[in-house]
Nanobody
Framework: QVQLVESGGGLVQAGGSLRLSCAAS????????MGWYRQAPGKEREVVAT???????TYADSKEGRFTISRDNARNTVYLQIDGLKPEDTAVYYC????????????????WGQGTQVTVSS
């Protein structure tokens, strides 16, 4: 399995920026897509952005622009740059990986980190 550790969250003023990091370890050869999700109090977890091993990115509606996802395959790390933070961005941000549908990865499952708290004050 893959283990994930997020970092970079914190308390920031509205309009500020943060760069979240997620380092993967374990069976990293089986990592296909990596992504960032977030969950606010009383809300369901939602996708923010995803990125494939080839660097193709997708963003949730209204996220493209302020949010930028990137990936360093050599370091097994995915990043999320957030600019122009708003109070509604306050949430726990989680890193996620999806495995390749390959024989060698047949026992792998999606992995989740413990999350990093982002709090935006006005």
């Amino acid at each position: 399995q893959v283990q994930l550790v997020e970092s970079g969250g914190g308390l920031v003023q509205a309009g500020g920026s943060l760069r979240l990091s997620c380092a993967a370890s374990g069976n990293t050869i089986c990592i296909s897509t990596m992504g960032w999700y977030r969950q606010a109090p009383g809300k369901e977890r939602e996708v923010v952005a995803t990125i494939t091993s080839g660097g193709f990115t997708t963003y949730a509606d209204s996220k493209e622009g302020r949010f930028t996802i990137s990936r360093d395959n050599a370091r097994n790390t995915v990043y999320l740059q957030i600019d122009g933070l708003k109070p509604e961005d306050t949430a726990v941000y989680y890193c996620n990986t999806e495995p390749w549908h390959a024989h060698i990865c047949r026992n792998e499952h999606p992995s989740w980190g413990q999350g990093t708290q982002v709090t935006v004050s006005s």
